[in-house]
């Protein structure tokens, strides 16, 4: 096991302690309301997870997007009420663009903006989380000559709140000629999409994680409830619905862990594409299968499933739905002769 | 982190290039006359030329120990092969069910002289397999069956039927399920037995049964009053039933569980590209399809490295083969959708054969190897419902 792999699993281990530990329909509900938890926030920073994917010269832990890719599953796991993701992906390229990272949340916008000449930005963003609990917003910006710069600013905290299906803080977010506080050009990681991948892949892997708490719910329920005299997981019905509930959750954590994957092998917006089109799609059939299984109770205001059924319908709409994803890697394929479809699938094997 | 499925990647190596563009040369060749219906068949397309062709290659029996006759290759190296035939439809049925459950089972199981008589032939392509456990009153209840060896001297007597047998009538040996001991109230799984049956042998009648498309690939195979010498029974007697399951369950997630429609979306994006129909719900459903085959693929290969260092996930592949074939059936629908063809068959339109072939034959992916049922069963079982 290398020595990443280690680190990756003693984070992942800290984490879940912490989010098992902190994370519960209370916590949830503080969040629905606007608040950040800035004692847990500080746990996970204490941990290093928001600067997991900075290089150690910057004072991260180096790790790449593989290796963090279970911590992410778990904040999926547990639904975790923070912009935990968020702050990680602003940390990181703000560190490939040679950029100092800062401490506490960080909201990121996954569209792109536009930096003229004197240095000002404009452009807007109608959906970014966290924006007014977080001092800084990271976005890429491109300027007239397609040059593009990571950019950070001082959050906005004027936006018009948005109401969104997971109930997570939300604003707009419009810019008209700011100075970000600190900007660099980066020339390696980003294509025409910006962070949009990269957001891509981390609702994914949360998708995943969040799939996996909602079969885990299913199983005990099924087992426990009783109707007809025996419990429902008795019922075939019952069974074939959790399986390929299974089967779903199998195909997202794959998918999840082929972006991350993927990034590390210098393909992040084909690794996106697969694995958004994948996990979104499974996360409606998800949904879905969980709601019918649960029954009346699943939806009512008490009942946990709900604050993960919400974010599945949040996430796969995120950084670009299945249909999105699927759109753009079907122009792909049609853009080239039918012979190129195979090795497209193959040549961008993730190699050893 | 807990997860209810291990599915670590296994990542390919880069030096496997080089034997991918030796099938995709070769396959380019061969595949130059192939029409829609013949492409369609891939892996039950019996085509004993090609077969041997294919064993000369040395692409037959790759993993298997040389002493053998075998390659000693490894199981990424099989692996690339076999998904690189499958993408191309090649008829692989005169060797593919050798090559994926027979020999591996006579190498796990056999005695040293059936692995000596046998693999080497298998290697080769000339013998060729084929899987006896269904009967006219047993289907996925397998361990009802009714068809019994009773011993005589110096082997077993052979009496009942087998059906829906893949190519019976073109292969040379079974292996086949009997009980041997007990009757199917009373033990269910034990005194079943597994045997290597020369299908040449007197008494044996292999009749064909005519399928939907016209054709009759699959056949009942008759046994009346049928020996089997003793050294060909295989593995341990009355332990037939745990060595077929396990049998089975290795063979879940191969490409060929979810790979069987895959050559007709390249002929479909011609299509659409000939006619410049690039419109957004042709892309989307291309872009859906490339999306689940590259999840399945990575899936598929994330078994076979739990398999190769020593693992056995049954579960994970009976979910493999269950969202593969998921998949596979969704294709002929998917191109429909997209390209308004009419219903007929036309013989020179390869697209189209395949189109016909292909519709006509998906209701059976999730019957073969397991339905869709008995698969969901064991994936409930596996995560603690029951």
């Known amino acids: ?352 | 982190m807990t997860s209810s499925f291990s599915f670590n990647p296994l990542p390919l190596p880069a030096e496997l290039d080089s034997l991918r563009q030796e099938v995709r040369s070769f396959l380019g060749e061969a595949s130059k006359d192939w029409s829609g219906w013949k492409i369609g068949h891939s892996w039950t397309g019996f085509d004993k030329d090609f077969s041997l062709e294919v064993g000369r290659r040395g692409w037959i029996g790759m993993t298997w120990p040389e002493a053998y006759g075998g390659h000693g290759r490894s199981g990424l190296e099989r692996y690339v092969v076999v998904e690189e035939m499958l993408a191309a439809g090649a008829p692989l049925g005169a060797h593919w069910f050798g090559d994926r459950q027979s020999g591996p089972l006579l190498l796990r199981l056999g005695t040293e002289k059936q692995r000596r008589e046998f693999i080497p032939r298998i290697v080769r392509g000339e013998a060729s397999f084929c899987i006896g456990l269904s009967e006219p009153d047993s289907g996925s209840d397998l361990a009802s069956i009714r068809s019994r060896a009773e011993r005589v001297q110096g082997g077993w007597r052979l009496e009942g039927r087998k059906v829906w047998t893949t190519n019976a009538h073109k292969c040379d040996f079974m292996i086949g399920l009997f009980r041997s001991k007990g009757t199917a109230k009373e033990d269910r799984h034990k005194g079943l037995s597994q045997f290597l049956i020369d299908l040449r042998t007197s008494g044996i009648e292999i009749r064909p049964i005519h399928d939907l498309t016209g054709e009759a690939h699959f056949n009942e195979v008759v046994f009346d009053n049928v020996f089997v010498p003793d050294d060909m029974i295989i593995g341990e007697e009355g332990n037939g039933w745990s060595q077929a399951t396990a049998e089975l369950a290795f063979e879940r997630s191969q490409p060929d569980r979810y790979m069987s429609c895959f050559p007709l979306l390249p002929m479909t994006i011609d299509r659409l590209r000939s006619t410049d129909t690039r419109d957004r719900l042709a892309r989307q459903r291309i872009g859906g399809a490339i999306a689940e085959t590259v999840v399945l693929r990575e899936m598929s290969l994330s078994i076979l490295g739990q398999l190769e260092s020593g693992h056995s996930p049954a579960n994970e592949a009976a979910l493999v083969k269950d969202l593969g074939n998921s998949h596979e059936q969704r294709i002929p629908e998917l191109v429909r959708e997209l390209i308004d063809s009419p219903a007929c068959i036309v013989e020179s339109d390869t697209f189209n054969e395949l189109q016909g072939y292909l519709t006509q034959t998906v209701p059976t992916f999730s019957l073969r190897g397991g339905t869709r049922e008995i698969l969901r069963g064991i994936i409930a079982k596996g995560l603690g419902l029951r």
């Open chain 1, 1 to 352: 096991m290398s020595e990443d792999m280690n680190i990756s699993m003693m984070l992942s281990e800290q984490i879940s302690r912490l989010l098992t530990k902190h994370v519960n329909r209370d916590a949830w509900i503080r969040a629905e309301e606007g608040q950040l938890d800035s004692d847990l926030w500080q746990e996970i920073e204490n941990q290093g997870l928001t600067l997991a994917l900075v290089g150690e010269e910057l004072g991260g832990a180096g790790l790449g997007w593989a290796d963090i890719e279970p911590s992410v599953r778990l904040c999926g796991q547990h639904a975790a009420p923070l912009p935990i993701v968020e702050t990680m992906l602003g940390n990181w390229i703000l560190s490939q663009a040679g950029l100092e990272s800062v401490a506490g949340p960080i909201a990121v916008s996954s569209s792109l903006f536009q930096i003229n000449e004197n240095g000002c930005l404009s452009g807007q963003d109608e959906q970014v989380s966290w924006l007014h609990q977080s001092a800084s917003v990271v976005l890429i910006a491109i300027n007239s000559h397609g040059e593009r710069f990571v950019c950070r600013v001082d959050s906005p905290f004027n936006g018009r709140k948005v109401a969104t299906y997971d109930r997570q803080p939300c604003a707009r977010l419009e810019l008209d000629g700011v100075k970000p506080n600190a900007h660099a050009e980066e020339r390696g990681k980003l294509a025409n999409l910006g962070l949009m991948p990269y957001m891509a892949a981390l609702r994914s892997i949360q998708i995943a994680g969040a799939m996996n708490h909602i079969l885990g719910l299913c199983i005990e329920y099924a087992n426990t409830r009783v109707q007809f005299g025996r419990p429902i997981g008795k019922f075939q019905a019952i069974q074939h619905m959790i399986a390929d509930l299974s089967g779903q959750a199998a195909a997202c954590q794959v998918a999840g862990l082929y972006a991350a994957r993927q990034i590390d092998n210098g393909h992040p917006e084909y690794g996106a594409a697969i694995a958004k089109t994948q996990t979104s799609m499974s996360a409606t059939r998800a949904a879905t299968i969980a709601h019918q299984v649960f029954g009346a109770i699943g939806v009512t205001d008490e009942h946990s499933l709900h604050y993960y059924t919400r974010r599945l319908w949040q996430w796969r709409a995120d950084a670009g739905s299945d249909y999105w994803w699927a759109d753009y890697l079907g122009e792909k394929a049609l853009d080239k002769p039918g012979a190129d479809l195979w090795n497209s699938v193959v040549s961008r094997s993730v190699t050893a």
